[in-house]
């Protein structure tokens, strides 16, 4: 069973930073990818950020140019740095790793961590 701890929320003024961290652990496997969510209040999750196991990197159209998806693949972490905060980022932000084992794909989710971008 893998289990992700995930770091970093926090209440911030439009502008201004963040940056979050996920730390996998357990029998994790061979990752294949690293991907951040998040989800506001009444509307669905939505992809943020993903990092593959070739270190190809994706981003939402909302977020380029703001934010940076790194993997630190020692520790199996993922990390989000976050700049340039918009109240419109304002959400729970969930980390999620899809790894393959011996006998399966195994998709994990973190607990989510609390984002606030006051204006």
């Known amino acids: 069973q893998v289990q992700l701890v995930e770091s970093g929320g926090g209440l911030v003024q439009t502008g201004g930073s963040l940056r979050l961290s996920c730390l996998a652990s357990?029998?994790?496997?061979?990752?294949?990818?690293m991907r951040w969510y998040r989800q506001a209040p009444g509307k669905q999750r939505e992809l943020v950020a993903g990092?593959?196991?070739?270190?190809?990197?994706t981003y939402a159209d909302s977020v380029k140019g703001r934010f940076t998806i790194s993997r630190d693949g020692g520790k199996s972490a993922v990390c989000l740095q976050m700049s340039s905060l918009r109240p419109d980022d304002t959400a729970v932000y969930y980390c999620?790793?899809?790894?393959?084992?011996?006998?399966?794909?195994?998709?994990?989710w973190g607990q989510g961590t609390q984002v606030t971008v006051s204006s």
């Open positions: 357990g029998s994790i496997g061979s990752i294949i990818t």
């Open positions: 999620n790793i899809v790894a393959r084992t011996t006998f399966s794909i195994n998709n994990s």
């Open positions: 990092v593959s196991s070739d270190g190809t990197t």
